[in-house]
């Protein structure tokens, strides 16, 4: 069955917005930028594996799910840190035991020092799974939420070195099995709302005995043997507190999420919510800025396959990748499903086009979790990374360990799988989980930091060659919520216009650094516009590149 996408009312299409063309420069090659990336973790000082609990000889679908990576700014230094969800295990007595987790200092770019205990944010309190950073509160201090199974932990962030669980005075009900979180300003009112997504209705008393087909051995079981837990909505009270509005804001109860991310997914001004389910449609929450979220997975193309099925949806993510300015959603899939590339048709409708652009072929035999769009070479188009591994302790079809998929992007149009060449890390099989992206040594491109099942966590610094321009930005809100969360950006350089986002959420369990950064080519000058959540917009002219610039939400709007 092949579904007709029904068209949303409200939408932007890309040619509502007038951009300077500046005089085109001296184009660049991009034949010898051939992308890099190195495993510096044991040198850098991170040494940390998520413990999943497959010593104790348990199958259980929680050791399934594995970890996730928080890139943020924690002592607001100018260095992105590095946090890695911990784990836990199943013993003998049928408990659920937690592994703390672990938060790295960025020291001078590529040399950490673990400080869990000084920061009391090692936790450990229930088996945890994902790491979603922001500045909940506005105070100008990024705060953490680890998820997990049987508990929350919201770590307020005290601006000393410290944090503090808050998670009883939030009013935050932890839900029972929760994993990736995404904030995001959905009323509009300025402070950040909380959306959680849970998986399966796994527990001790729902815990069926399961065993691969060929030599009957112990298994986990298939994720369609359980029941969905519902997703939660948590709407900001401004003053550290929230509100339960999973009803009044209409979430579905009938999904069985993996990845969340908020971004705005139309341009209409609003932050709009995607899922991904695993073997159940994936969601579209559309916000219009009057009636609150409606619910628009299937009319828009954006909840199944092509020919009409629900996919094993892990990981997501959202970046124009043909450079139409239109935000495009990406998700990948167990094995023998393609991983799907929704392009935007700029009128709340989305067409799958992996097969069109090459990624169809290539990724029927992995089971993908953490992906990024990521500009690896600047060379202006998002290419896009991908761990995988298999969830089975006995796969048939294809190995536990897999290898990375590192896609390039040439031109909006084709993408090709370099992983093979990209470095000892991307040429070697893995069981990858978490993956998240940041500026870790402030140079000027994007590095990766990877989370694994029984394999230590990876910091893949990116040594791409090359002489290629760049920019990051790190936007600060005023009427917006302080990250900026929901802030459309557009950079003209040339005579090409990038379009980027300052997204809540991504990837599967993960948060990436929230700077925004860009590959401009030979590019040395730039024009960057932003559209503010608030409404407020602002355009400067930048005369230099290869620099970090500090946005502030102006007071007054910008004719």
């Not at 837990?229 to 509100?243: E, H, K, Q, V, Y």
């Not at 086009?353 to 600047?378: C, H, K, N, P, Q």
């Not at 060659?465 to 900026?484: C, E, F, K, P």
Request: overall charge negative; proline content about 4%; charged content about 25%.
């Amino acid at each position: 069955m092949l579904l007709v996408a029904i068209g949303c009312s409200d939408s932007k299409s890309a040619s509502d917005t007038n951009s300077t063309v500046l005089p085109k420069s001296e184009q660049v090659s991009n034949s010898n930028n051939r992308i890099q990336f190195q495993d510096v973790a044991p040198e850098a000082g991170v040494r940390f594996s998520f413990r999943n609990g497959t010593t104790e000889q348990h199958a259980t679908m929680l050791e399934t799910l594995g970890g996730g990576v928080g890139i943020f700014d924690y002592d607001r230094d100018g260095l992105a840190d590095v946090l890695l969800s911990g784990g836990g295990s199943v013993t003998d007595t049928q408990q659920v035991v937690g592994s703390p987790s672990a938060l790295f200092r960025n020291l001078d770019g590529l040399k950490f020092q673990n400080v869990s205990q000084p920061a009391a944010i090692e936790g450990g309190a229930f088996y945890s799974h994902g790491v979603s950073a922001t500045d909940f509160d506005n105070d100008g201090f990024t705060d953490v939420l680890i998820t997990g199974y049987g508990g929350l932990h919201l770590h307020h962030n005290e601006g000393d070195g410290s944090f503090t669980d808050v998670i009883l005075d939030s009013r935050i009900t932890p839900p029972p099995w929760s994993n990736s979180a995404a904030w995001g300003d959905i009323n509009g009112d300025g402070s950040l709302d909380l959306l959680i997504v849970q998986y399966l209705n796994w527990s001790f008393e729902n815990d069926p005995t399961c065993r691969d087909t060929a030599q009957r051995r112990l298994e986990v079981c298939n994720p369609k043997d359980f029941r969905p837990l519902p997703d939660a909505l948590f709407i900001s009270n401004g003053d550290g507190t929230f509100r339960d509005a999973t009803r009044e804001y209409g979430i579905r109860s009938d999904g069985k999420g993996l990845g969340v991310l908020m971004a705005d997914v139309d341009l209409d001004g609003d932050t709009d919510i995607y899922v991904a389910n695993d073997t159940t449609a994936n969601f579209l929450y559309r916000n219009d800025g009057r009636d609150g979220l409606k619910e628009v997975g299937l009319t828009s193309g954006s909840g199944m396959d092509r020919l009409g099925g629900p996919d094993g949806s892990m990981g997501t993510d959202i970046a124009d990748f043909d450079g139409d300015g239109l935000p495009d959603l990406w998700v990948v899939n167990y094995e023998q499903e393609s991983f799907v590339l929704y392009r935007n048709n700029g009128d709340c409708t989305f067409g799958d086009v992996s097969r069109l652009v090459g990624i169809e072929a290539l990724s029927g035999l992995y089971v993908g979790w953490g992906t990024v769009f990521l500009d690896a070479d600047l060379d202006g188009d998002p290419d896009l990374f991908v761990s995988n591994g298999h969830p089975n302790r006995y796969p048939f079809l294809s190995p536990r360990r897999q290898l990375p998929l590192m896609f390039a992007n040439h031109a909006g149009k084709r993408f090709k799988n370099v992983a093979t060449s990209a470095g000892t890390y991307m040429s070697t099989p893995h069981n990858g989980r978490g993956a998240a992206i940041g500026d870790l040594n402030n140079d000027g491109d994007f590095d990766v930091v990877v989370s694994h099942i029984d394999e230590p966590a990876a910091i893949l610094e990116n040594v791409t060659a090359g002489t290629r321009r760049w920019l990051r930005m790190r936007l600060i809100g005023r009427s917006t919520n302080r990250d900026a969360i929901g802030a459309v950006v557009r950079i003209q350089a040339d005579d090409r216009e990038q379009v980027v986002q300052v997204k809540g959420g991504g990837s599967y369990l993960s948060t990436s650094d929230l700077r925004l950064l860009v590959g401009l080519g030979a590019s040395t000058t730039a024009t960057v516009k932003v559209d503010w959540p608030s409404g407020m917009k602002q355009e400067l002219a930048f005369d230099s590149v290869d620099r970090e610039l500090v946005l502030v939400e102006p007071e007054d709007a910008v004719e």
